[in-house]
C-alpha cells in the first residue's frame, strides 16, 4: 500500500486511461488550435493532396429541381408517346410496378406537353420548354437513363444527397469538404441556398445538407435568399470589430481550457466556426455587393440582387465559386405537377432557364467551367400515364445534365422506352452519378471512407457503383 492515497491515484489504472485519453485530446486541439491561428488556415482533407486520379474539378454546383422534373417535357424525346396521348397505356409496362398516387388507378397516356427541337451543333432533341438551356446543348451531357430508389419527396432529396436511404448519413458536399478540404478559409466550403416559383413547393429539409456522421464542420451552411446571407453579419451598435475580436478570443479560451478535459471533436469545431464566423463578417459583404458586376452580366442571368430568385442565387453561385468555396447546392422548389404540367413547366422554367444558361456561359467565360463541375436535375422522373392534367412521381427513370470539368458535351447517354417509362439501356443510378462526380474531382469513390460503429462508410454505399466514363472528355 502507498502511503500517500493520492499515489494510488495516480498511478491507477483507470485513472492512468482517463489521462492518457485527456492528453491524447489535449494534443490534437493544440495542433488545431495553433492552426487555427495562423492566417492560411484551412482544412487540407483527410487526402491532403494526394489525390487518387487526375483532378479535372475543384468544386461542384448542384443546381437541385426539387418536386421532380418531368423529362418528358424537358430532356428525353418521346414521339411515340405523342402519338399514344390519351389511349390507356399497355399493361405490359406497369402491371407490378410501383407507384406513387396512381396505384390501382385507370392509366392514360398523356403527351409531352412541348416540342422537341434539335438544339446546338450536336443536334440533340430537347424541349422548347428550356430554349437558354437549349443554347448551351454542346456544353452539357444529358443522361436520360437516371433511376432511383425512393418514390417520395424527401427519401429521394435524401437518397440523392446521401446515397441512402437512411437519415443521418453524410450528404455528398459533406463527403467532399472530408475528403478535399476547403479553399477558403473565408468562407464556408459548402454553401446552400433556395429559392422557389413554378409549382408546389415541398419543405427541404435542412438534414439534406447536414454532416451525418462525420464531425460537424463539415456540414452544408444555407444561406438566406434575401436579406442578409447570414444572421447577424453586422455587429449590433456600439460593438467594434477589435471588442469582437476581445470576446472570441475569450471565449476561445474557455473551450480549450474545456478540450483539456474532454476529448471531443465538437469543441475543436466549435472554435472553428467561431473563427469562420469572425471572418465571414468580413468577407460576406464583399461577397454581396454586386457593384462590380458589369450591367450585361446581371442582365444575361435576370438577376436582381437580394430579390431571392433563383437567378440572383446563380450569381452568388458564381461569386461563391470564385472565391473558393467547394460545394454549391441551389435548390429550386416548383417542379412537383401532379396537375397543369404544361402550364408548370412554362412557369418554373421562366424561373431557371435563363438563369442556368447563363451560369454556364458565365464561368466559361472566366474560364471556370474547365474545373466547375455543374450538374442539373431532380429527385426523379414523372410518369407517362396522366395523372389529371399532370404526371405522377417516377423512379424507373429521369433526366439529368453535367457540364464542365472534364464532362463530355454535346453527348447524351443511355435511353428510356419508346414511353420514357423505364430504362431501355445503360443505366445510371445515383452511386453511379456519385462514384463519376467524385472521380471527376481525383477520388477513387472505393477509396474515400469514414470508419462508423465499426464499418467503413462511403458516399456511394456498399452496392457496385461505377464511374460513368461514356460522359467524360
Known amino acids: 500500500m502507498f502511503a500517500d492515497p493520492r499515489i494510488a491515484e495516480l498511478i491507477n489504472r483507470r485513472a492512468f486511461l482517463r489521462r492518457s ?17 495562423e492566417a492560411s488556415d484551412r482544412w487540407n482533407g483527410v487526402l491532403g493532396g494526394e489525390l487518387h486520379v487526375p483532378p479535372k474539378a475543384k468544386r461542384v454546383i448542384h443546381l ?15 414521339p411515340t ?22 396505384q390501382g388507378k385507370k392509366l392514360n397516356c398523356l403527351a409531352p406537353q412541348y416540342e422537341f427541337k434539335p438544339y446546338g451543333k450536336c443536334g440533340r432533341m430537347m424541349s422548347s420548354a428550356l430554349p437558354h438551356i437549349g443554347s448551351i446543348a454542346d456544353e452539357i451531357a444529358v443522361i436520360n437513363s437516371m433511376h432511383t430508389e425512393q418514390i417520395n419527396h424527401d427519401p429521394a432529396h435524401t437518397f440523392m444527397n446521401t446515397g441512402s436511404i437512411i437519415p443521418g448519413r453524410p450528404s455528398m458536399g459533406s463527403w467532399l469538404l472530408y475528403g478535399l478540404g476547403a479553399e477558403t478559409d473565408e468562407l464556408p466550403g459548402y454553401v446552400v441556398m433556395t429559392s422557389s416559383g413554378g409549382g408546389q413547393d415541398q419543405p427541404i429539409a435542412s438534414r439534406q445538407w447536414h454532416s451525418g456522421f462525420l464531425p460537424s464542420k463539415f456540414q452544408g451552411v444555407q444561406f438566406n435568399s434575401k436579406g442578409d446571407p447570414v444572421h447577424y453579419v453586422n455587429n449590433p451598435a456600439g460593438v467594434t470589430r477589435d471588442d469582437q475580436r476581445e470576446l472570441l478570443d475569450a471565449i476561445n479560451r474557455m473551450n480549450g481550457m474545456l478540450g483539456k478535459r474532454q476529448n471531443d471533436p465538437e469543441i475543436a469545431t466549435r472554435i472553428a466556426q467561431y473563427e469562420m464566423a469572425f471572418k465571414m463578417q468580413a468577407s460576406v459583404p464583399g461577397l454581396m455587393d454586386v457593384s462590380d458586376e458589369p450591367a450585361h452580366v446581371l442582365e444575361s442571368y435576370g438577376a436582381k440582387p437580394g430579390d431571392g430568385s433563383f437567378a440572383s442565387n446563380c450569381l452568388l453561385a458564381r461569386r461563391l465559386a470564385e472565391r473558393g468555396v467547394r460545394f454549391i447546392q ?36 472566366r474560364g471556370m467551367l474547365d474545373d466547375t463541375l455543374v450538374i442539373w436535375g431532380g429527385e426523379f422522373g414523372r410518369t407517362p400515364m396522366a395523372q389529371g392534367s399532370g404526371r405522377d412521381h417516377h423512379i424507373q427513370a429521369f433526366s439529368l445534365w453535367m457540364a464542365g470539368a472534364g464532362i463530355k458535351g454535346g453527348t447524351t447517354y443511355g435511353s428510356t422506352d419508346e414511353l420514357g417509362y423505364a430504362v431501355a439501356d445503360n ?16 477520388i477513387d469513390h472505393e477509396r474515400l471512407t469514414y470508419k462508423f460503429q465499426g464499418l467503413d462508410f462511403k458516399l456511394t454505399g456498399v452496392e457496385k457503383a461505377r464511374v460513368v466514363k461514356e460522359l467524360l472528355g
Open 81 to 102: 408517346l405523342a402519338k399514344l396521348g390519351g389511349q390507356p397505356m399497355p399493361e405490359s409496362f406497369t402491371k407490378g410496378q410501383q407507384l406513387a398516387q396512381l
Open 64 to 78: 437541385c429541381m426539387a418536386g421532380g422534373p418531368s423529362h418528358l417535357e424537358t430532356l428525353d424525346h418521346k
Open 330 to 365: 441551389l435548390y429550386h422548389r416548383g417542379w412537383d405537377h401532379h396537375g397543369g404540367v404544361k402550364r408548370g413547366i412554362e412557369v418554373v422554367s421562366g424561373h431557371v432557364d435563363q438563369a442556368t444558361a447563363a451560369l454556364v456561359k458565365d464561368l466559361k467565360e
Open 427 to 442: 443505366g445510371v443510378s445515383v452511386h453511379d452519378l456519385h462514384a463519376t462526380m467524385l472521380q471527376q474531382l481525383g
Open 21 to 37: 485519453s485527456y492528453s491524447v485530446g489535449s494534443a490534437a486541439l493544440a495542433s488545431l488550435l495553433t492552426r487555427d491561428l
